[in-house]
């Protein structure tokens, strides 16, 4: 297929660039409403309401796309050719289409009762209008469904810088409402901008599908063997990536109780920061390489597999352990720099940052389970996930319960970064099993000097920012001791030969030589 024409690297590199354009609009967007709505009876509104048709969709569409469509649809693909694999297809996202049409109309029904689960420490005026919000935006769990349907179809054909950019699109469309017509409109317009742009996430993708050849042979049939395939691996695997929209339904539930309601703003604020910093490496390699492991699953054996994962791992790994630290280090200036100013005053930039800086100590965790899932998932079983979800999901809600009343929203954020990990380690063990194991006596030494330059990395963050506290405006406050940590770990990691800089110095004295 096309994909394997092209240099990996490069292709996650461009995806990478494409996810951070798009990552850095969503923070314009949130910024435009921090600043115009702060943390207040409408935003709060607005953020549960919004919340709800993503964790419809998450829940049911979400899993069947990373779990079924892309590796029974790669499968066919390799074995059976495009025809074959655009009927299954077709036949998939008419179901699916279905299935979302249906949540969308309960959705929109239930709107009062699905936010006072959602929010029950909301007064009756905001729970009133985040009702109202939810039954404007229920509809994107329909276009939702039909865009990431498309999504898995054009990474299958190997197209993936289509994909990463689809929130680019929705992002400028949100961001133009605010410039042009939020004073006019409010948060009710805010809600339509927000259900058009994510329909325009479906409608970029189809030009890029016709180039490809790809043909929509709708169907409603569930007899035939890639159908019961999938149905299957429904079940496990859906409960298995659960984890994430169910534990942000729990901890919305609880931060609404806080502070008036305002812990809602920080709790979503501080988690969508989060996976914006982490999200723009973790998702880019892992939108990647999960139809590649799907395919080396079908013809490659699980010493491909188990390659390809070490690999991942190691390079995710490398990027991510700076990542935890610095954001550990430097929450309260991102945070006053992101989402400072207006109406989201003093207290709710630091009730924000006390979330993040807890909630980033799960980040290994979060880009673990991340990869590591995508292994289960393209050998076509969901049990291992399953059985990780299940328990991370009750680890969050019993640490929510214990930490919330005595941490407030930092209760709510060690709850998430525990479970992330506990979800990490559970998919790891059975590994060796499944003939994937790769945590071996080298990774672990590897990881070891990943440590040791991290560590240094962080004292010397630690050290500049307290040499320049209050001498600098808020975004020499953040980027000083940034690049100072970016250059400290680079030279700490070339010192202690963490592999991915020696594997860097080879290169570069390759090309010298020649």
Known sequence: MEEKKKNPALTVAVMMLITVGGK????????????????????????????????????????????????????????????????????????????????????????????AFFADGYDTQTAQLCASLTRIMMPTVFFTGLAFSLVGVLQTLGEFNVPAAISLVSNVAVIAYYLTLNKKFGIVGLAVAFLIAWALQAAVQVPSLIKRGFRFYPSLSLRNEEMRKVGRLMLPVMISTWVLPINQTVNSKFASRLFEGAGVSAVEHAYDLYTVIAGVFVLSVTNYIFPRLSRENAGGGPEVMKNTLRSTTHATLFVVAPMTAGLCLMAGPIIDLVFGGGQF??????????????????????????????????????????????????????????????????????????????????????????????????????????LAATLIMAAAVWGVSELIAGRFGKLLTLLVPTAAGVAVYAVAAVALRVPETVAVIEKIRERIGR
């Open 345 to 450: 005053d003093a207290f709710s930039v630091g009730i924000t940052a006390r979330a993040l800086r807890i909630m980033s100590l799960g980040m290994v965790g979060y880009a673990l389970q991340a990869v590591l899932s995508r292994a289960y998932f393209a050998g076509q079983t969901g049990r291992v996930p399953l059985i990780a979800g299940a328990v991370s999901i009750a680890v969050n809600i019993v640490l929510c319960v214990i930490l919330t009343s005595k941490l407030d929203v930092g209760g709510i954020a060690a709850a998430s970064a525990v479970s992330f990990t506990v979800n990490a380690l559970i998919l790891a063990l059975p590994l060796r099993r499944r003939g994937l194991g790769f945590f071996d006596k080298k990774f672990l030494l590897d990881m070891l000097r990943l």
């Open 24 to 115: 850095l609009l969503g923070l314009v967007r949130d910024r435009l409403l921090t600043v115009n709505y702060g943390s207040g009876s409408a935003a709060n509104a607005f953020l549960t309401a919004s919340r709800i048709p993503r964790v419809f969709f998450d829940t049911v569409f979400a899993s069947a796309i990373s779990a079924c469509l892309i590796p029974v649809l790669g499968e066919i693909m390799e074995k059976r050719g495009r025809r074959d694999a655009f009927r299954f297809a077709g036949n998939f996202m008419s179901v699916m289409g279905l299935v979302c049409a249906v949540l969308t109309v309960l959705g929109t029904i239930f709107a009062p009762q699905l936010t």
